[in-house]
């Protein structure tokens, strides 16, 4: 039986930032390890997370951080695809690029669309389904000017804007035909940056991300 595959695209959620020593958790912590164990051998999940990638913007201070610009590539590097797992926007809420809520969800629209506009032109015989995930909450440590990353997220402004995100990230799911998961209902930062999971966050992040992989495929 061929396997199912899976891309795990977004940021340093994804590519499992540690946050008490700014490290990387390991296989069978960070969450996209334990949806390959929990899944199993009938499926095969690549990990494709990056510290600090956006939707759409370029950072004037780290490289290829635009994940629009580099969908593409780690398409093509995985192809064919039966799954495209997209958990991006937290990064767009730093306070220097004045994001808005409606900006942020378009940006997740203009990477779905890339999805979709790559494999029509250049892969029309196998259409990878899209699971669109919301970010998670910003947490109060942050907002109160207690984590690292409080005066780069601009405190009080990501805490509330990270609330606005996952009613339109459920429309825009809607309106491009994807499958839709609000991170937030399923996991929560940590204490220790109010931005990135813990290991608990981790494990029901998995869960309900496993949760979603098996009802898209037994359709």
Known sequence: MKKKSILCYGDSNTFGYRPTDSGRYPWGVRWTS???????????????????????IDDDLEKDRNGWKTI????????????????????????RYQTQA??????????????????EE????????ILLVSPLLIGEELRDGKSGFSESFGGERAYHLSRELAPLYRKVAGEEG?????????ASVGHTDALHLEEEGHRE???AIE?????????
């Open 34 to 56: 334990l949806l390959a164990e929990r899944l199993g051998e009938e499926y095969h999940v690549i990990e494709a997370g990056l510290n600090s990638r956006t939707t759409v």
């Open 102 to 119: 409606a900006d942020i969800v378009e940006g997740a629209r203009r990477i779905v669309q890339e999805i979709r506009r790559l494999h």
């Open 122 to 129: 250049i892969h029309p015989d196998w259409m990878p389904r």
């Open 211 to 219: 949760k979603e992989v098996r009802e898209i495929f037994s359709r």
């Open 205 to 207: 992040l998995a869960a």
């Open 72 to 95: 593409d590539v780690v398409l093509e590097m995985n192809w064919p695809l039966d799954l495209v797992i997209l958990m991006l926007g937290t990064n767009d809420m730093k306070v």
């Open 178 to 186: 994807c499958r839709f998961l609000d991170a937030a209902a399923a």
